[in-house]
């Protein structure tokens, strides 16, 4: 392997400008990332996406819950 860092390219003592590099790629690489994750989260809390993709289990949970909502009067 290389250096105690993981990295197996580099073959001693890092410089700065190495280091700087590698934290502005790990920057770089965690806001692709993070907005990936935001873009799937907004999809899975979607109740629009969650009819589309089950439409007949989502009429039986509306069925239900009127069912029981008009079942207490």
């Known amino acids: ?14 410089t700065s400008a190495t280091l700087r590099q590698d934290i502005e790629r ?13 873009e799937e989260v907004a999809v899975a809390a979607d109740w629009r996406e969650w009819v589309r993709r089950h439409p ?5 949970a509306a ?6 909502l008009g079942s207490r009067r």
Request: one cysteine or more; aromatic letters at 6%; a positive charge.
């Open 63 to 68: 069925f239900a819950v009127g069912f029981l």
């Open 26 to 38: 790990t920057r770089e690489e965690l806001a692709t990332s993070v907005s990936a994750l935001r």
């Open 56 to 60: 007949h289990e989502c009429v039986a």
């Open 1 to 14: 392997m290389g250096a105690s860092n993981g990295h197996p390219k580099t073959a001693g003592p890092r």
